[in-house]
Each structure stands twice: as C-alpha cells, then as structure tokens.
C-alpha cells in the first residue's frame, strides 16, 4: 500500500510561482516513477511531467517545458513540481501518482502506466 499526500496548491496571479510537493508512505522501496497530472474542469486528466527514480530522466508536456521542473528528494520519497511563469490555463487540480509496476514500454503519459494517485491539489492562477 502506498499513500500520496499532496502539498502546495493555491491561488497566484499570472507569471508567478508555486512549488507543489507530494510525499509518498508506505511502500515505496521499489518505485519506479513519480510524476504530475493536472485536470481542469471539464476536461480530461493530461500529464504534466514525470521523474524516474533511479537514474532521474525528466519528462515534460510540451504546454509546461521550460516553465515546469520536476525533481525528487529520495530520502524523503518526496517529488516537487516547480511552477515558474504560471499561465491562467495552468489553472487546474494537480495530481501526484506513482508508479512501481512499470520498466521496458512504460508510456509515462498514459493514465494507465501509474499506480497510485493523490488526492490532488487546486491551483489557481489569476490574470
């Protein structure tokens, strides 16, 4: 059993920050990945960025590259999302979600590639 605890959300005007932290509990000796998945009212969850845990490959949505990092603190089995030059259509529930079950083929954009979800984070940037 794992638990995903997410942190960090609020409200912020365009072009400013946010970091959002997601712990992770229970297991989490074997974990793959962890990652970020966002979704807006109305519309379908998409990725956002992922972190490998071994080895620590980023993958980013191209909507968020070069505005977004992501990165992890293994000690602590925590994963961050820095959010630099947030856009209104950045608004949107930020979930965490982890992978231990994936290696050869993992499609880290697909919903189904991931484990374990949080309960998610609301971030609201205001114009």
């Known amino acids: 059993q794992v638990q995903l605890v997410e942190s960090g959300g609020g409200l912020v005007q365009a072009g400013g920050s946010l970091r959002l932290s997601c712990a992770a509990s229970?297991?989490?000796?074997?974990?793959?990945?962890m990652g970020w998945f966002r979704q807006a009212p109305g519309k379908e969850r998409e990725f956002v960025a992922a972190?490998?845990?071994?080895?620590?490959?980023?993958y980013y949505a191209d909507s968020v590259k070069g505005r977004f990092t992501i990165s992890r603190d293994n000690v602590k089995n925590t994963v961050y999302l820095q959010m630099n030059s947030l856009k209104p259509e950045d608004t949107a529930v930020y979930y965490c979600?982890?992978?231990?079950?994936?290696?050869?083929?993992?499609?880290?954009?697909?919903?189904?590639?991931?484990?374990?979800w949080g309960q998610g984070t609301q971030v609201t940037v205001s114009s």
């Open positions: 979600a982890a992978d231990f079950s994936s290696s050869r083929g993992w499609q880290f954009a697909r919903i189904d590639a991931w484990d374990y």
């Open positions: 229970g297991r989490a000796f074997s974990m793959y990945a």
């Open positions: 972190i490998r845990w071994s080895g620590g490959y980023k």
